[in-house]
C-alpha cells in the first residue's frame, strides 16, 4: 500500500465519521437535548416569580 491508498482510506474513514456525526446531532431523538442546551445562557436572564 502506497501513501495514496492510506490517504484515501483515511479520507473514506472521516468522511464517514462525520456523516455518523451529522445524522446523530439531527436525530429526532436528540432535539429536546439541544434545545435544553440552546436554553442554558438564558436561564438567568428569567424573571423571578413572586407570589
Known amino acids: 500500500m502506497n501513501a495514496g491508498v492510506v490517504s484515501g482510506v483515511v479520507?473514506?474513514?472521516?468522511?464517514v465519521l462525520f456523516l455518523v456525526g451529522w445524522a446523530w446531532a439531527w436525530s429526532g431523538r436528540r432535539r429536546e437535548d439541544f434545545e435544553a442546551a440552546a436554553r442554558?445562557?438564558?436561564?438567568?436572564?428569567?424573571?423571578?416569580?413572586?407570589?
Open 11 to 15: 479520507t473514506g474513514v472521516l468522511l
Open 40 to 51: 442554558l445562557p438564558l436561564v438567568n436572564d428569567l424573571p423571578e416569580r413572586r407570589p
